[in-house]
């Protein structure tokens, strides 16, 4: 019998939402069809910090906001739904926080969560709501490498201090704003196997939405994967990678900002949240 919370997910909203119908085999073609279908279509985006919205955790309001509304959210959003996804799936799933390395000075607090999924006895890490180029689902094993869609490639190494480290080696162009401006391996996030208790993620949601000076309180952000790219909004800066090949344009106004975000990453907000994002 189901767990009750997978039996109360409304799956097949969740697919419809991402573009699937089907639904994907609990392996990892399936895994990898779920997050890319994913991270296609729910963007990645804080608007409703700038705009003074608390982020909730509730399952519910997470469902009403990625999917019913068709908004994105933070990564304390888009995995703890993803995650709930897998479960409905049959995935064996938990989430686990790791500490964000791009452009940070010094060691980063534990900001982002992503997903432990066990196949056929073996570990992978999934992850859905990062807002960096896409990552594709990995085995966890040192030494693995993926390539995305759009080139980025992705490096899972074993750091003495801080546990499993993901690196990634592309244009720092997809981005929204995180990479230093060389395409090496740069350190991207490490993490634990660590058990992960919703106090935990309460924790890091609320420092995350509401300490002063930070990413997500001071920048306005939307991010998504494209079929051969990324396209970011950064404040009023727009870049989309496609082929390698990076273009940015600032935003100028409340309307081309508005209409942008409806039809690049299918954020739709009406006329007065528009013009007060964009003046801020």
Avoid at 36 to 45: G, I
Avoid at 58 to 64: C, H, L, V
Avoid at 181 to 198: A, I, K
Wanted: aromatic share 8%; charged share 25%.
């Amino acid at each position: 019998m189901k767990d009750r919370k997978q039996a109360d997910f409304a799956l097949d909203s969740y697919l419809a939402r991402i573009g699937l119908d089907t639904r994907p085999g609990a392996d990892a073609g399936g895994l990898t069809r779920l997050q890319r279908a994913h991270r296609r279509t729910v963007p990645f985006e804080n608007l409703d910090i700038p705009l003074g919205r608390a982020i909730s955790l509730e399952p519910g309001a997470q469902f009403a906001k990625l999917v019913t509304a068709r908004r994105g959210g933070y990564c304390f959003e888009h995995n703890p739904l993803f995650l709930r996804a897998l479960q409905a799936l049959g995935f064996d799933a938990r989430l686990l926080l790791a500490r964000v390395w791009l452009m940070a000075e010094d060691v980063p607090p534990r900001t982002h969560c992503l997903i432990l999924v066990m196949l056929d006895g073996a570990p992978w890490i999934a992850d859905a709501g990062f807002g960096g180029s896409y990552s594709p689902p990995m085995l966890l094993r040192e030494g693995e490498v993926v390539t995305a869609p759009d080139g980025t490639r992705h490096r899972l190494t074993i750091d003495p201090t801080h546990g499993w480290m993901l690196e990634r080696a592309g244009d720092p162009a997809a981005t929204d704003g995180r990479a230093h401006d060389h395409d090496g391996w740069q350190p991207q996030y490490s993490f634990t196997l660590d058990r992960v208790e919703p106090v935990d993620l309460e924790l890091s949601n609320h420092w995350t939405s509401t300490r002063p000076d930070t990413r997500f309180t001071t920048h306005r952000i939307a991010s998504i994967a494209l079929e051969d790219g990324f396209a970011s909004l950064f404040d009023g800066v727009l870049t989309v990678t496609r082929g390698g090949v990076a273009e940015r344009r600032t935003l100028s106004d409340a309307d081309s900002y508005r209409e942008t975000l409806q039809s690049l990453f299918g954020i739709a907000l009406n006329p007065d949240e528009a013009a007060r994002i964009a003046s801020l």
